[in-house]
């Protein structure tokens, strides 16, 4: 499913960070959430943009 909601257990377990971690990143909006009722679920394209916003090496470009 392209535009599915993940858990923040599911976050965590992707990124390999802490449950807690994942919370707080999800809680400062440092990774978009959807709001659904009092819980929060992340989309899987969110959850991507936020890896490639944090990516350390950036792609070098045509250099000549």
């Given at each position: 499913f392209p535009n599915s909601l993940l858990k923040a257990?599911?976050?965590a377990d992707i990124l390999n960070i802490s449950l807690p971690m994942a919370y707080r990143l999800i809680q400062i909006g440092e990774i978009r959430a959807v709001q659904i009722g009092k819980?929060?679920?992340v989309r899987l394209q969110d959850l991507c943009e936020y890896i490639e916003?944090?990516?350390?090496?950036?792609?070098e470009g045509n250099e000549s």
């Open positions: 257990t599911e976050v819980g929060r679920r916003s944090n990516l350390t090496n950036k792609p």
